[in-house]
């Protein structure tokens, strides 16, 4: 599961939502609970890069709410390859 794409509905949807969890915390701090660089974080939060399944998994080990997101998007995959 490690090699799954994020696609860029899901990555816009599950950074905003980080950048929300985020708060008044420091990029340096939200990154190391994410288990990333604070420069890999920051590049993530300003759209330069997608948040990977790994960020996305190990963010949700922390943020269950995220669990719903990324479920819920996982769950449309096959409806949206189809149509």
């Known amino acids: 599961m490690s090699d799954m794409r994020v696609d860029d509905e899901l990555a816009a949807t599950a950074t905003a939502k980080l950048i929300q969890l985020q708060g008044a915390s420091t ?11 604070r420069a890999h974080w920051w590049n993530v939060k300003r759209g330069r890069r997608r948040p990977s399944y790994a960020l996305l998994k190990r963010a949700a080990a922390h943020f269950p709410e995220l669990r719903l997101i990324v479920i819920r998007d996982w769950m449309d995959a096959p409806t949206k390859v189809a149509s």
């Open 27 to 37: 990029d340096e701090a939200f990154a190391a609970l994410l288990g990333c660089h």
